[in-house]
Each structure stands twice: as C-alpha cells, then as structure tokens.
C-alpha cells in the first residue's frame, strides 16, 4: 500500500508572485502582493531575507507576540541570541513586511557537529552526519496577519534559497509543541513526520519531526492508525513499534489527530 502524502504546499499556499529581480532599499525582494489584515482590509507586504540590520524589528516582533501568548506550552521565551542565529552563518532568516514593520519571520539553523544543543543529538543521528543537518527553528507572525499561510511560504522560500546556494542537507528537523497545531501543519506539508516524542527543559513535551532527504517520497505501508495529539503514551508506543507521524486531521481548538503509519 502506498501513503498518499499531502502534496508539498502546492495551491492555495502560494499565490505569492516571485520576482526575484525586484529590489526595495537595495534588497533582493522574494514576493511581494497583498495580505489579508484581520480586519478584513488587504495589506501590501512584501518578504525579504533578514539581515543584522533587521535585529530590532526582530526582537520587537518576538516581545509583541510573547507578551500576547496565554499559553507558554506552545511557544517557550527566545532569547537574543537565537535570533541573532538565524542572522549569521549559523542560519537565515525570512521575513515579511507591510511598509517598513516587520510582521513575520522564520529562521533556519545550521547547527554544527559540536554544539551541545545540537537538534540531530536528540534525534540520534550520527555523529558523522551532525553537519548534513538543518532545524526549522523560529517563526512568528503578529496575530492580525495570521491566517495567509505565512509561515509556510517564508519555509518554502527559505528552502529555495538553501537550494539556490547550493547547500545540501540530508536532514531537516524541527521541534513542535503537539498543542501547536499551524506548526505541525506546516511540517506535515513539507513532508516531514513526527520520529520522536522528547521533554524540552525537563518540563514541556515535544514532537521532533524529521525529513530524510534521501528517502523515497513515498512510504509503503503496512498498517495506519490515527491517535490523539496529545496522547502521548500511545504516541511513545507506537513510535517504539516502529511507526512515523506523517498527517494530521484537524480537530477542535488545539487538538487533532494524527495519522501513524509503518
Ligand atoms: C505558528 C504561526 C507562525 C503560524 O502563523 P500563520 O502562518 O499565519 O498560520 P495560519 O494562521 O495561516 O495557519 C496555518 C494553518 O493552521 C491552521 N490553524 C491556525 N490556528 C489553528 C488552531 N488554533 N487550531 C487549528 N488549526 C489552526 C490554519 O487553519 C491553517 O490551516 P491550513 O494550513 O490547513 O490552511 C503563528 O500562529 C504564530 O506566530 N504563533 C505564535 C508563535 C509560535 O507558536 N510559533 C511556532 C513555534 S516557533
């Protein structure tokens, strides 16, 4: 049997123009069109990597969205230097802009071989392939511009440009809260499937979720079974049997089902 994956954010995700020619204030634009704004009212934006410069809209944007979170499992604190990460040759950063405020990010991380926080260490990669591993680390759009698919269309530009420098990874991994369900969606939709239940600082729990690059698109499976989001034993079980987190279906509020397969 062949698992029908969720086609890779194709459709209503990206009706984004690329014009990769265009410049503001000397800046490579990726996209740029209108944003629908909660009020309704559409917003021209436009998104363009984050350079050292953008480090103070950064932080504003990350204390806006913190000082609204009501729920700290979804999110724990970022402090400076994980988003200075994602400035430097440790990682890069998109970000999206209506007029000259920024209004969402996403980084990616290239962690190296010897950091002792290193994502691939807790995923049990090899020591040997520690470097061929990228993480899907931060994202973050202001509440009234969420709703357009942001997150994932700065992640598939940020792909692009990985793609585009040349850099080759044979894995990409992220770290979820289970409650946080645009994010798993986002991960589900590049493909990538939850390989690990694990608690982050001692006290919240955490999907890991990893792409294998050199793995063939499709799975053939033997058995699927649907579980609870948050029903974690039966998620560590049949993890340990082998199986992989590979959809989800969409329940109420925070919760939903995810489809295990081996
Ligand atoms: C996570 C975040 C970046 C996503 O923002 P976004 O790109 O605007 O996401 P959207 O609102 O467009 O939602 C994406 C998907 O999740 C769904 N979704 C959003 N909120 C949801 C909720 N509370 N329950 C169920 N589904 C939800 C949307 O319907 C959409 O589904 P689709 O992909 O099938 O269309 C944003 O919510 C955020 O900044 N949250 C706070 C910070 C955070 O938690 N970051 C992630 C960890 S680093």
Known sequence: MLFPFNPVCQGKFFPYRRISKNMISGKRILEHGKLRHESGALVPFHMRLLKQP???QMTTL?????????EWDLLLPTPDYVLEKGLDDSGMSCGVFTGDRLVGLRSVYFPRRLDTDHIGKQADIAANELDSVAELKLSLVAPEYRGNGLQKRMTAH??????QRGMLFKYYMAIVSPKNVPSMSEKFSFRMKISKIIIKNNNYVRFLFTKNMVEHGTVPLQSTVYAKNRDFEFQSDLLQNGYNGYE????QANMCDILYAK
Do not use: N, W, Y
């Not at 940020?158 to 793609?163: E, N, P, R, V, W």
């Not at 989800?248 to 329940?251: K, Q, S, T, V, Y």
């Open 248 to 251: 989800m279906r969409r329940g």
């Open 158 to 163: 940020l792909f692009d440009q990985i793609k």
């Open 62 to 70: 990350r204390d806006e969205i913190e000082a609204s979170m009501t």
């Open 54 to 56: 953008d480090m103070d």
